[in-house]
C-alpha cells in the first residue's frame, strides 16, 4: 500500500509539474493533454528512481512528511525535464 500511495503522489505532481513547465516555457509546451501525459511518464519514472535510491521511502510502515515532500518534489521535477526534452527536441525538427 506504501508503495502505491509514493506512486499516485509522483504521478499526480508530475502531471502538475509537466503542466507547470509548459506553462512557464510557453515555446516548449505541448498542449495541455501531452504536457499532462508526459508530465505523468516523467513524474513516475522520476519518482520511481528516486525511491530506487532511497529518497522519498522511507522502507517502513505509514507515509511521513520527508517521503512525500520528495515524492512531490521528484514528480515535479521529472515531469517538468521530460517536457523540456520533449518540447527541445520538437522545436530543434522545427514541427
Request: charged share 5%.
Given at each position: 500500500m506504501q508503495h502505491t500511495i509514493n506512486l499516485?503522489?509522483?504521478?499526480?505532481?508530475?502531471?502538475?509539474?509537466?503542466?507547470?513547465?509548459?506553462?512557464?516555457?510557453?515555446?516548449?509546451?505541448?498542449?495541455?493533454?501531452?504536457?499532462?501525459?508526459?508530465?505523468?511518464?516523467?513524474?513516475?519514472?522520476?519518482?520511481?528512481?528516486?525511491?530506487?535510491?532511497?529518497?522519498?521511502?522511507t522502507g517502513g510502515p505509514g507515509t511521513d512528511v520527508w517521503s512525500v515532500i520528495a515524492n512531490i518534489l521528484g514528480g515535479a521535477v521529472g515531469g517538468g525535464v521530460l517536457i523540456a526534452i520533449v518540447g527541445a527536441i520538437k522545436k530543434a525538427f522545427g514541427r
Open positions: 499516485v503522489i509522483q504521478l499526480l505532481s508530475g502531471a502538475l509539474g509537466g503542466n507547470l513547465a509548459g506553462g512557464l516555457f510557453r515555446k516548449l509546451s505541448l498542449g495541455t493533454v501531452l504536457n499532462s501525459i508526459l508530465g505523468i511518464v516523467g513524474g513516475g519514472l522520476c519518482g520511481q528512481f528516486l525511491n530506487a535510491v532511497g529518497f522519498g521511502d
